[in-house]
């Protein structure tokens, strides 16, 4: 499954719980996205297709998350997005997008 894929269904996945799935850009390294859930909850994602492992960068950067208590998961195939889903208890069959509103 492509690397763009697995992104665009977590992010839709997300979003349907209530949460937003932030692009990170502009920093060598960053996980792809940022997670916010509800109550404070936050996590990063780094999506890499079937197979493929981050970098160098991506690691050092993976680990420095980790030191400051983040969570950082790096996800490859839907059922590492399954796994996510059950760790921080949101549902994956809720398919309703929900809009946030002003």
């Known amino acids: 499954m492509l690397e763009r894929t697995l992104e665009n269904y977590f992010k839709m996945k997300i979003e349907s719980s209530f ?8 920093y060598v390294g960053i996980p792809d996205r940022l997670i916010l859930l509800p109550k404070g909850r936050i996590f990063f994602v780094e999506f890499k297709q079937k197979g493929k492992k981050p970098r160098k960068i991506q690691k050092f950067v993976h680990s420095k998350l980790k030191n400051l208590g983040f969570k950082v998961y790096v996800i490859d195939d839907k059922d590492k997005i399954e796994g996510v889903f059950k760790e921080w208890n949101l549902d994956l069959t809720n398919t309703k997008r929900k809009q946030l509103t002003r």
């Open 19 to 26: 949460g937003l799935c932030i692009k990170l850009i502009g």
